[in-house]
């Protein structure tokens, strides 16, 4: 998210947690941007800094800058990468291949994120006859207020994530389509 009416309507829709995009992207905000959006979101909803490659050591300092609780790292992490955020919720992003280790948990992170190798590309990746972890994962790419309901029956994921699935063009989101999107994964 990067601006107050985007959060607004998250907030309002539902959503359990909103990314502010710390990587270069069409989404990508400052540190101090991203502290003065999640001053105003509600303990509730988690807040969750999304770096791609930077060292961890970095992404420590800007998630500690914008006050983020949760971070999410993609991209080429060690484990040992995932030490440098005691302080924080940690999710594991990947992309599914016969290489990914797909248990929850396994580089010490609380969440596991099954994305499509391009991150926020809005590609959707197929599920049919994948071996799908169990546990705290979360399911993304390539997913809209369509077709979130029919993955969720299909995959089981503990959580959906979402980010040009509610644009209504590249890096803008839709207040409408993020409500559209919660009332179709809720429902
Ligand atoms: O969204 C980005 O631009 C982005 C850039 C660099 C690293 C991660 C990024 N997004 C991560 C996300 O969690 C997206 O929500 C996820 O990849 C799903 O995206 P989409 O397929 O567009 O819904």
Redesign the pocket.
């Known amino acids: 998210m990067k601006t107050a009416a985007d959060v607004e309507a998250a907030v309002s829709a539902g959503a359990d947690a909103i990314?502010f995009?710390f990587?270069?992207?069409?989404?990508?905000v400052e540190p101090a941007a991203a502290r003065a959006l999640a001053e105003a979101i509600p303990d509730s909803v988690l807040t969750?800094g999304?770096?791609?490659d930077l060292p961890a050591e970095r992404a420590a300092e800007v998630a500690a800058e914008a006050g983020v609780r949760a971070v999410?790292l993609?991209?080429d992490y060690p484990r040992e990468a995932f030490a440098h955020f005691p302080d924080h919720r940690l999710i594991r992003?990947t992309a599914l291949s016969r290489d990914t280790d797909i248990k929850v948990g396994a580089f010490g992170e609380h969440m596991l994120?099954l994305?499509?190798a391009?991150?926020?590309?809005?590609?959707?990746w197929d599920l049919t006859g994948m071996d799908l972890p169990t546990g705290d994962w979360l399911l993304?790419?390539?997913?809209?207020p369509a077709n979130v309901a029919t993955a969720i029956a299909e995959a089981h994921p503990w959580g959906v994530?979402?980010?040009?699935?509610?644009?209504a063009r590249r890096?803008v989101k839709d207040p409408a389509m993020i409500r559209d999107f919660v009332a179709a994964a809720k429902g």
Request: no cysteine; charged share 20%.
């Open positions: 990314g995009v990587a270069r992207s069409p989404r990508q969750v999304v770096f791609r999410q993609h991209g992003a994120l994305d499509s391009i991150p926020g590309s809005g590609e959707r993304a790419g390539g997913l809209t994530d979402v980010s040009s699935g509610v644009e890096g």
